[in-house]
Nanobody, 129 residues
Framework: QVQLVESGGGLVQAGGSVRLSCAASGHTFSTYAMGWFRQAPGKEREFVAAISRFGIRRYYADSVKGRFTISRDNDKNTGYLQMDILKPEDTAVYFC??????????????????????WGQGTQVTVSS
């Protein structure tokens, strides 16, 4: 079992940048593929990005492609989401998640929330216009 804790959220102006971190504990981090999801007020939680166990493969939602970068440092047991050129519509609570169900990206499963076994509590990102 792994515990996930997000940090790095806050208030930022449109066009700005934020880097979220996801600290993992309790099990070998490289065992898990990792994903980021977000939930805006009044909306369902949606997929943002995913990264394979050793960072070789990455996958993004169309809405963030070219603006967000997912990465991980297995030595530090931490995942990251670098968010650039932020827009007001990026305002949401951001969650990191971990999966031990194999290669989600190659098999087309990375966007499915039920493929992830562990979730953090979320961190708020608010983008002002």
């Amino acid at each position: 079992q792994v515990q996930l804790v997000e940090s790095g959220g806050g208030l930022v102006q449109a066009g700005g940048s934020v880097r979220l971190s996801c600290a993992a504990s309790g099990h070998t981090f490289s065992t898990y593929a990792m994903g980021w999801f977000r939930q805006a007020p009044g909306k369902e939680r949606e997929f943002v990005a995913a990264i394979s166990r050793f960072g070789i493969r990455r996958y993004y939602a169309d809405s963030v492609k070219g603006r967000f970068t997912i990465s991980r440092d297995n030595d530090k047991n931490t995942g990251y989401l670098q968010m650039d050129i932020l827009k007001p519509e990026d305002t949401a609570v951001y969650f990191c998640a971990a999966s031990n169900r194999g290669d989600l990206i190659t098999t087309g499963r990375a966007m499915r929330q039920y493929e992830y076994d562990y979730w953090g509590q979320g961190t708020q990102v608010t983008v002002s216009s």
